[in-house]
């Protein structure tokens, strides 16, 4: 209760002053109670403090028994400090020392390798003179020798001059082993220029030197190709020939000189190395395929075929020439994958394969530009000497027309190359939907005889007859062939599958040749609206009058109607009646 002496004066009210008073005796009891149980424990409480009072002279030993033994710990925690400073004293003089005794070393090894370096120039030792060179180079990458004595700045100029003097010797010997041709000693110097710190000099005379054996090879292979003869039976694919032996010499080359780049100068200067020969592997390429393209008169096909306005094509010679541009362009893709292979770990960031690629894409621009004119051409012939053989379904154009598809699309997929596959896929598809299709569709849709016109059921027109068995020839060419589409894309798939392992050039292909199912849809398409022509003219005239005079009659059975039946059956019986 919290009241104050003043408030409790102040109260008035009777039954307020017995709540309060109330309140306070049962306080007054809790408090009785409380104290009783004090005065209960009493005799506990003196136990324990006397247990207290014994313990506590024990307590005040193990005081006295931390404060000794803090300062022992802090005077254990100095000596330990001065110690461990003591030690940092003596690493650092240890390692003065042994930087010492690591200049006092090289020092000695400095004067050894001028002894070295002069004896070994007398003899004309240059492999072993590189050698101390090197090892100066090391030396002298670590320390500075102009801050010490005379003696050891004279070793370092003695050293420094008969790098140089070194240094002219290489390069002069390799000037001459390269303009004698002398494979072993521009082996043998080449090896020395990274010891004397001449690696990108060494680098680029080797390379210089190989991109001209590069030229070389490319200038032999193209002037036999020259030279060949058209009566030769390599005549058809020289050029496919001369640039497949640039390519696989160019790579022979490159496998064969790598080891000494990458030994002596590392895995990145032989990736600048192989990028250096590809490029002149590529400039005689170029002109392969320049002379390719004049001699074969390319350029003037691909003029007159643009505008299909030339008829007087050789569409066999154009057949050739795409044989040996695919060719070229499978041996040009075996040959990056070779490159890419060698550079496969390299750091450097150099489009090695712009040049070549660009050469491909201009070769097969002209490869589909001559695809397509032999493709429409192909099919241009097959429909107009399409036969039909007797009691033959479909005509010769069914056959003709997948061969040529076949053809054109397996050509592509050896080519390599995924935008020409892709470009022939669809121009195809584009043929056969809008051309193939689109005609037998018209045929279908127009060509069979209507009754009410012409009396073709009793065979006396023979004009109408014809008619009636082209429509049902075009009918069946364009089931025949939505099967035949069907068959194709299946095979197309299977390869692509088995010979490309690139999973996005694979989609790529791929969804290109997943539009034969709409040339199928199409095909399909067709042969429904046939059916649907054959039944309008062919079939509901012959079921309207039977239908009518079955809608005619009557259908209600009544007993006068089973009475009839019964008596015409007995009638027809052999029954005879007698007395």
């Known amino acids: 209760m919290d009241l104050t002496l003043d408030e409790v004066?102040?109260?008035?009210?009777?039954?307020?002053?017995?709540?309060?008073?109330?309140?306070?005796?049962?306080?007054?009891?809790?408090?009785?109670?409380?104290?009783?149980?004090?005065?209960?424990?009493?005799?506990?409480?003196?136990?324990?403090?006397?247990?207290?009072?014994?313990?506590?002279?024990?307590?005040?030993?193990?005081?006295d028994g931390c404060k000794s033994l803090q300062s022992t710990i802090i005077h254990t925690n100095d000596l330990a400090v001065n110690v461990s400073k003591k030690v940092r004293q003596l690493d650092t003089a240890k390692g003065h020392?042994?930087?010492?005794?690591?200049?006092?070393?090289?020092i000695i090894s400095l004067k050894g390798c001028v002894e070295g370096v002069q004896a070994a120039m007398i003899d004309k030792?240059?492999?072993?003179?590189?050698?101390?060179?090197n090892k100066y180079l090391v030396i002298d990458k670590k320390f500075n020798f102009t801050l010490m004595d005379d003696d050891v700045t004279g070793s370092f100029s003695v050293l420094k001059e008969a790098q140089l003097n070194l240094v002219n010797i290489i390069s002069k010997n390799t000037d001459e082993a390269i303009k004698s041709d002398d494979k072993d000693t521009i082996n043998r110097y080449i090896r020395l220029f990274p010891l004397v710190d001449r690696r990108s000099e060494g680098l680029t005379k080797y390379s210089k030197y190989m991109s001209g054996k590069v030229a070389d090879i490319g200038q032999k292979h193209l002037s036999n190709a020259l030279k060949t003869s058209k009566q030769d039976a390599r005549w058809n694919v020289t050029f496919a020939d001369t640039i497949t032996k640039l390519y696989e010499d160019t790579a022979r080359l490159i496998e064969d000189s790598q080891v000494i780049v990458l030994d002596h100068y590392g895995s990145d200067d032989c990736s600048k190395y192989i990028i250096q020969l590809q490029d002149e592997c590529v400039r005689?390429?170029?002109?392969?395929?320049?002379?390719?393209?004049?001699?074969?008169?390319?350029?003037?096909?691909?003029?007159?075929?643009?505008?299909?306005?030339?008829?007087?094509?050789?569409?066999k010679k154009i057949d050739q020439i795409l044989d040996e541009m695919v060719t070229m362009n499978a041996r040009a893709e075996l040959y990056i994958n070779f490159i890419q292979r060698k550079l496969k770990n390299a750091t450097t960031s150099m489009e090695w394969d712009a040049a070549i690629r660009t050469l491909q894409q201009e070769t097969m621009g002209h490869y589909i530009a001559l695809e397509t004119y032999f493709m429409?051409?192909?099919?241009?012939?097959?429909?107009?000497?399409?036969?039909?053989?007797?009691?033959?379904?479909?005509?010769?154009?069914?056959?003709?027309?997948?061969?040529?598809?076949?053809?054109?699309?397996?050509?592509?997929?050896?080519?390599?190359?995924?935008?020409?596959?892709?470009?022939?896929?669809?121009?195809?598809?584009s043929s056969l939907s809008l051309d193939v299709c689109g005609q037998l569709g018209d045929t279908v849709a127009n060509g069979y005889p209507n009754v009410n016109t012409f009396s073709w059921q009793q065979g006396t027109d023979e004009q109408v007859q014809a008619q009636k068995d082209k429509f049902f020839t075009s009918l069946n060419n364009c089931y025949g062939l939505s099967e035949n589409v069907n068959k194709l894309r299946k095979g197309f798939e299977l390869k692509c599958d088995k010979f490309y392992s690139d999973k996005s050039q694979l989609d790529k292909i791929l969804s290109c040749i997943h539009g034969f199912g709409d040339v199928y849809?199409?095909?399909?398409?067709?042969?429904?609206?046939?059916?649907?022509v054959i039944c309008k003219l062919a079939l509901y005239p012959k079921l309207h009058p039977v239908l009518a005079e079955f809608a005619s009659s009557s259908h209600v059975i009544t007993e006068v109607f089973i009475i009839m039946i019964v008596l015409a059956e007995f009638a027809s019986s052999s029954h005879v009646i007698t007395e």
């Open 376 to 429: 429409k051409t192909s099919i241009n012939k097959a429909v107009s000497m399409e036969t039909k053989e007797k009691n033959s379904l479909v005509s010769s154009l069914v056959d003709d027309i997948c061969f040529v598809v076949q053809k054109i699309i397996n050509r592509s997929l050896n080519s390599k190359n995924s935008d020409a596959i892709c470009a022939m896929i669809n121009n195809s598809i």
């Open 521 to 532: 849809n199409d095909f399909k398409e067709v042969v429904k609206k046939g059916e649907h």
């Open 97 to 106: 020392v042994d930087e010492c005794i690591r200049k006092v070393n090289d």
């Open 9 to 63: 004066k102040d109260l008035t009210d009777l039954d307020e002053i017995q709540k309060i008073f109330l309140q306070l005796r049962i306080e007054e009891e809790t408090a009785s109670t409380e104290l009783d149980e004090l005065l209960a424990n009493q005799a506990h409480l003196e136990t324990k403090m006397q247990s207290l009072n014994q313990i506590l002279p024990g307590i005040m030993s193990v005081k």
């Open 284 to 315: 005689q390429a170029r002109g392969v395929i320049n002379n390719f393209l004049q001699i074969r008169n390319v350029l003037d096909m691909v003029v007159y075929t643009s505008s299909m306005a030339d008829e007087t094509n050789d569409v």
């Open 125 to 133: 030792d240059y492999e072993k003179a590189a050698g101390f060179i």
